[in-house]
């Protein structure tokens, strides 16, 4: 199983980004994906669930109405949009898989989660 998270990079405040995550060893229109971010100095704060059809999405209060997850099951690849950024968006983001096929929760729980990407790091200037 591998996860590949890519995309990230330097840009402004009110800047826009768009992560990919590129997976591969699992059926991936299966499982459910979660994109989480660790800030430097900070412990991994969950970012946004999304269910193994697409259909279904869940953020975190700080980034809801400008993060958008989304999903292409053909092509196994997870995006996250990010729009509006500012400086606490900074920070490394990562994708991970859902531990049980079929299986969603519409909140943060790592421990359901099993394989893991290596993270992109998005950095937003003031």
């Known amino acids: 199983v591998q996860l590949v998270a890519s995309g990230g990079g330097l840009v402004q405040t009110g800047g826009s980004l768009r992560l990919s995550c590129a997976v591969s060893?699992?059926?991936?229109?299966?499982?459910?994906l979660m994109w989480v971010r660790q800030a430097p100095g900070k412990g991994r704060e969950w970012v946004s669930n999304?269910?193994?059809?697409?259909?279904?999405?869940t953020y975190a209060s700080s980034v809801k109405g400008r993060f958008t997850v989304s999903r292409d099951n053909a092509k196994n690849l997870l995006y996250l949009q990010m729009n509006s950024l500012t400086p606490e968006d900074t920070g490394i983001y990562y994708c991970?898989?859902?531990?049980?096929?079929?299986?969603?929760?519409?909140?943060?729980?790592?421990?359901?989660?099993?394989?893991w990407g290596q993270g992109t790091q998005v950095t937003v200037s003031s």
């Open positions: 991970a898989k859902r531990r049980m096929a079929g299986y969603f929760e519409p909140y943060y729980n790592p421990g359901n989660y099993d394989y």
């Open positions: 999304i269910n193994h059809i697409g259909n279904i999405t």
């Open positions: 060893g699992f059926t991936f229109s299966h499982y459910a």
